[in-house]
């Protein structure tokens, strides 16, 4: 049985910034990220445990997967997983 994959708005967000940030200087560039950092939220739905346990919240409902230097941090519930964030590799995720 596929999971459910919704988009929270601060994920929406964030994946807008990080185009235009990128798109500054190379909209293809900008483009590929973009499409990388969705078909990985793809997959989510039949394999949301794929991903490593965020290591800031050690809870196995909150997961993270990578593409390019962008975590994409997610929680599982029931038959949902929704992104929360999308976030630069090397910032620490706020526990608030």
Known sequence: ???QVVWSPKALEDLEAIATYISRDSASYAASVVNKILEVTRHLSHFPFSGRIVPEFSEDAIREQFAYSYRIIYRIHRQNVTV?????GKRLLDKL
């Open 1 to 3: 049985m596929a999971y």
């Open 84 to 88: 929360a964030a999308v976030i630069y």
